[in-house]
């Protein structure tokens, strides 16, 4: 058992029956009253975020949680196969497990997986990765400058706002966390 002292960014709690890990927590002192810490704690298999107070010394439980080197192989159906860069194994994750995370990955791309008892929880991705927009409206004669933004469908299927002069077949960093465009790469 651990106490409320304990918690951190990514510590994965077992709590209401499933397991959460935490996304944003801060430790209250107020004048008057107790201290609290205040948590944003999100489910692991449903990606429900919810917010939790623990009272400051209270008792919770941690889980452990191992996390792995994968490498995405391919789509089978709607499922994800990942194969193990240890020993080679190849797992299937479903939809849920590997959330947003589908919206970047590309085949043969390095992934972290976070297991629990051997059970692949979710998908963890670099905090950028670098795509090929595949399709976007050429810009017009004069938008080059600053200001607007228009979408651009990428490799992976999913669609950004970038500026209004990028075109097809460049190669720009996306935020995996958000899905916004961070700049234009070039070879």
């Known amino acids: 058992m651990a106490s409320t002292a304990d918690i951190r960014n990514g510590v994965v709690l077992n709590m209401d029956g499933g397991l959460w890990t935490v996304i944003d ?3 209250v002192k107020p004048g ?3 201290a609290f810490v205040r948590t944003k704690v999100k489910n692991v298999m449903t990606g429900k975020v919810v917010d939790r107070t623990f009272n400051a010394g209270a008792k919770i439980e941690t889980e452990t949680v191992d996390r792995a080197d994968f490498q995405y192989s391919y789509k089978d159906g709607d499922n994800f196969v990942f ?3 240890g020993n080679y194994d190849q797992i ?3 939809p849920a497990q590997v959330g947003d ?8 791309q390095n992934v972290t997986i976070a297991l629990h008892n051997g059970d ?5 991705l670099p905090a950028s990765v670098v795509l090929e927009i595949t399709y976007t409206e050429p810009g017009l004669q004069g938008d080059r400058s600053t200001g607007g933004t228009k979408p651009a469908t990428v490799e992976t299927g999913y669609q950004i706002q970038v500026p209004l002069f990028l ?3 460049t190669k720009v960093k996306v935020d995996t966390r958000d899905g916004s465009y961070l700049g234009r790469v070039t070879d």
């Open 25 to 27: 927590f801060q430790h």
């Open 101 to 108: 995370a589908a919206n970047f990955m590309l085949e043969n």
């Open 92 to 94: 299937t994750l479903t």
């Open 120 to 124: 692949p929880l979710y998908v963890e």
């Open 32 to 34: 008057k009253g107790g």
């Open 83 to 85: 194969m193990d860069l």
């Open 167 to 169: 075109e097809q077949g």
